[in-house]
Structures are given as C-alpha cells and as structure tokens.
Nanobody
Framework: QVQLVESGGGLVQAGGSLRLSCAASGRPFNAYIMGWFRQAPEKEREFVAAITWSGDTYYPDSVKGRFTISRDNAKTTVYLQMNSLKPEDTAVYYC????????????????WGQGTQVTVSS
C-alpha cells in the first residue's frame, strides 16, 4: 500500500502561482511513476503532469510551460509548481502513483490522494 497526502491548494488570482505537495508513505517511493491529475465540477479527471523515478517529465499542452513537476525521492514527496494560473485551472488536484512504465492511462494509477482544491479567480 502507498498512502498519498496532498497539500498546498488554495485561492489565487489569475496570473498567480501555487505549489502543491504530495507526501508519500508505504512502499518504495522510487518504484512508482508519480502523477498529478485534476477534476473540475462535472468534468472528467484529466492528466496534468507525471514524473518517473529517474526524473523524466510529461505534461499535456494545456499546462506545458506553466506547470513543473518534481520529486524528492529522499523525502518521498512530489511537487507541482503552478505558475501563470488561469481560471480554467480551477479544480480538485489529485496526486497518484503508478507502477507502470508509462505516465498514462489514468487507469494504471493504483494509489490516489484525497485531493486538494485549487481555485483561480479572474
């Protein structure tokens, strides 16, 4: 089992920044691809970023250049730095862990955090 706990969400104005953290405990942290997903009301959960144990990163076009994922394997923590935030980034953000070799699909992620709300005001 892997336990994931997100923190760092909140309310920010458009153009602002937030950094989310996800603390992991349980099985060896470096065995997993770590991902961030988000879900807005009445929308499907969508991929935001992922990072492999060796530091390879993946982003969809919607956040590329604005969001940065990183991980500290010693602290078993993954981060999501979000800059130039837009109102459409408003969602609940989830951290997840996958034993797959690829960052998608979503169904490959075995463990999920409880989520943290990010609200971007215009």
């Amino acid at each position: 089992q892997v336990q994931l706990v997100e923190s760092g969400g909140g309310l920010v104005q458009a153009g602002g920044s937030l950094r989310l953290s996800c603390a992991a405990s349980g099985r060896p942290f470096n065995a997993y691809i770590m991902g961030w997903f988000r879900q807005a009301p009445e929308k499907e959960r969508e991929f935001v970023a992922a990072i492999t144990w060796s530091g390879d990163t993946y982003y969809p076009d919607s956040v590329k250049g604005r969001f940065t994922i990183s991980r500290d394997n010693a602290k078993t923590t993954v981060y999501l730095q979000m800059n130039s935030l837009k109102p459409e980034d408003t969602a609940v953000y989830y951290c997840a862990a996958s034993r797959s070799r690829t960052p998608l699909p979503l169904s490959d992620y075995d463990y999920w955090g409880q989520g943290t709300q990010v609200t971007v005001s215009s």
